[in-house]
């Protein structure tokens, strides 16, 4: 079919308003927020309804035409970048949130809809949903389940997967598949809503998601510790898990990324310190304030040189807004930012540190350090500009390296940002062959013609 | 290869002591805790090592013999009788603890350890293993993952697959495929492990799993709420879960259930209440002492005759205990006993109770009622005599009745029983064909023969 044809068949089923060609429109989504090379699609259509998504579908895959489905675009691992000449989706209409149910503890909402609004939408009615990526305010569910997304809470509350009841979605051939349940119980069948998450949009297309909620923690206390040493903060974080205490979060800051916060907006954090960690404990009031007690025993014992807690909601935020600050700080400091997520055990954290402080001095390297301690997912930042050639060959083998590193030390290549285009040559390292080649298998029976975001996650399949 | 030669190919992986052939021994393994008819297999094989697990599945592919792999056989779907003259694969000889890793939360063990060894093993660390289904005295880790295991704890604590970071498993062909992490965030590659979890041995054999581990609770307390009117109790049900309490356990027993188990051990119920709430609260000693009295208020707003709180371990004990007879109790009164366990969302408990009732009533069975109210898993349990053909054509009605009626409720046809061999034909009435033709498509290319655990789940594929 000419490219005209194609434009006027997709027009049929979105609306002529909704198919963009433009240069300029195909330039807007041309790349995501990892840092790899920009990529042009030939078209991006906007479905106005779960019917048009479908049909949206079974018209790619009937003329081969590459689809990648994208929300916000906040993706740190190339995994919505469209396929040369390939078509762009949005799901930025499909943004509904069906239903709220108090009584089940459930909701049930379309790909689209924006994370931090669906959260405060279930705070309004008194529940929690606890998932909290970086990009929450702009982020879509859709996109958060698709890369399974972590965040702040993740250490007490988990991931997105630990929300996803259900997931409803279309195949290859614009088919609707149902899996999971509005159950917090559900052995029908394969778990297909498992596998749909964190696949990258590569095995189907939502049309639908059932999230869990939970009660919200009745109290909440947020702390910061100060600390003259990495090493000593990296073991208060291992003893306070060893401790049996399980915070909502535990954050961590090195020296660079405290000056380059403080610098950015003023947060009064002491620059001085070699070290913060970040805490927040919840739950109920005296288990709040045992936990609290115990945390602050432990930071000072590992020689915390100040130990502070926030007394009132102001100071609260002022603590996350600090956190929060963290990766727009670090990324005005030079022209490219290249944020890592490997994940080790959090025993190993220490470890961790100490081998990022080598990589940074042998490659000459600026890596500000921060991130989610707690569950042993750190995000080194490697700060460079990538038009420097000599600089950023230093910068991919220091990457190569921290991957090395993570896994011998029982990690992972990433806790949460995703495989996408930027890891899919590394996927063997962790799991070896035989699981490429089994996830190969099954994406060559659900997608014959590869046209599901080709080349994300498992690398380019047909040649 | 005729029959004596392959008992000798297998005899040569395993030893010629753990390969059975007998007719009393194919007789053993000819049938799981499921009403359904028995199948011998041809051969059972016993592995005493990984590698050895890894060349049975090779040979079973090379030659297309169909393979059931089965731990303690308590599968109440069918889901570990063989396929007529296959290989029964026993994972009882893999049974080592391979880790229990108290700094970062996890363990590592092989397919056949044993749930409540296990449990106890953790608990020894000073560390919580949750999930508790009914079989755990003698179940094994592995098929608790092949079902997807439930139990008491589920409410408040999730089921197996919350408490499974990875799955090592051969593939059909023998291959060692790595999925998950020992870090408590990944999403390096697809999510195999959870695609592991429930799939009934159906695509691939388990090697190894990692096991997420949690701190135990600091105080717990036991109570029992007294009925007069099984509405009453299960309005408290939901009552209990809207007021944002979240029970560890929150089990329903009818009056013919609290009878039949009052007529087994003498374990002191009301034998004259309708209905019995158990009830089970934890965390940190302030929380549980509020839950407690949240409780006992609700309950005794909405009627209870009696509430009483187990005022230590012993009278503890014996409310669990009490529970835990409820099957067993049961199934002594007739020769054949069906444990349901169809669920809907917890608010619909109280339309399941009157629903089961009707049901009763229309077909003249006797059912009593027990189970996880809390999570909206009842276990509607009919006692009749299979050789009473009449009685049994009004059973296999009920059943059906019993399935529509928790779908049209918004429900699943399994909680945590799985789906196996006895509800395969159920399953498009949930999730539609398109879900089961996507389920087909996956095994026909994971698994291209149909050998691991043929029929399972989706039905016969290959004619």
């Not at 691992?77 to 040369?84: L, N, R």
């Not at 569910?141 to 997304?149: D, F, I, S």
């Not at 285009?421 to 996927?427: G, R, Y």
Request: contains cysteine; glycine residues 8%.
């Amino acid at each position: 079919m000419s490219n005209e044809s194609l434009q006027k068949e997709f027009a049929k089923v979105v609306g002529q308003d909704n198919v963009m060609t433009s240069e300029s429109e195909m330039h807007a989504y041309s790349y995501d927020s990892a840092v790899l090379d920009q990529v042009s699609p030939a078209m991006v259509v906007r479905p106005t309804s779960s019917e048009a998504l479908g049909q949206v579908v079974k018209l790619c895959n009937d003329n081969e035409l590459k689809l990648t489905v994208r929300g916000a675009g906040t993706n740190l691992s190339g995994g919505t970048i469209p396929h040369p000449g390939g078509i762009v989706c949005l799901t930025t209409a499909l943004n509904n949130i069906l239903e709220i149910n108090e009584e089940d503890l459930y909701a049930v909402v379309e790909p689209g809809v924006i994370t931090a609004k669906f959260a405060a939408q279930v705070a309004s009615k008194g529940l929690l949903y606890p998932p909290d990526p970086g990009s929450q305010a702009v982020s879509t569910l859709g996109g958060n389940v698709a890369e399974n997304a972590g965040g702040l809470r993740a250490l007490k509350y988990g991931v997105t997967k630990d929300y996803v009841m259900g997931v409803d979605f279309f195949d290859v051939n614009g088919e609707l598949v149902k899996s999971g349940s509005r159950t917090v119980k559900c052995v029908t069948g394969y778990n297909l809503a498992g596998l749909m998450v964190a696949s990258e949009g590569t095995l189907g297309v939502f049309e639908k998601l059932i999230l869990k909620l939970v009660p919200p923690p009745k109290a909440i206390k947020s702390m910061m510790a100060e600390f003259d040493d990495v090493a000593a903060a990296s073991q208060a974080v291992s003893a306070i898990i060893a401790a049996k205490i399980v915070p909502a979060t535990l954050e961590f800051m090195d020296n660079f990324t405290i000056k380059t916060v403080e610098n950015f907006r003023g947060a009064g954090l002491n620059t001085e310190a070699a070290a913060l960690l970040l805490l927040e404990v919840d739950g109920h009031p005296a288990q709040v304030e045992d936990d609290a007690a115990q945390v602050q025993e432990i930071c000072n014992k590992l020689g915390a040189r100040q130990f502070t807690v926030a007394q009132d909601a102001k100071q609260r935020d002022a603590v996350w807004q600090a956190r929060r600050d963290a990766l727009p700080a670090l990324a005005r400091v030079k022209p490219t930012t290249v944020l890592e997520d490997a994940t080790v055990p959090r025993s190993k954290i220490p470890d961790m540190m100490q081998a990022l402080k080598r990589i940074a001095r042998e490659y000459k390297l600026t890596i500000g350090t921060f991130g989610h301690a707690g569950d042993g997912n750190l995000h080194p930042t490697i700060l460079t500009d990538k038009r420097d050639t000599q600089e950023w060959e230093r910068v991919e083998k220091a990457i190569d390296e921290i991957f090395d590193v993570a896994l011998d030390l029982g990690g992972t290549l990433s806790g949460e940002h995703g495989i996408g285009i930027a890891k899919s040559k590394f996927m063997h390292q962790e799991h070896g062959l035989a699981a490429i080649e089994y996830s190969r298998r099954m994406k060559s029976v659900l997608d014959p013609k590869d046209i599901l975001n080709p080349g994300k996650m498992l690398g380019p399949l047909l040649a």
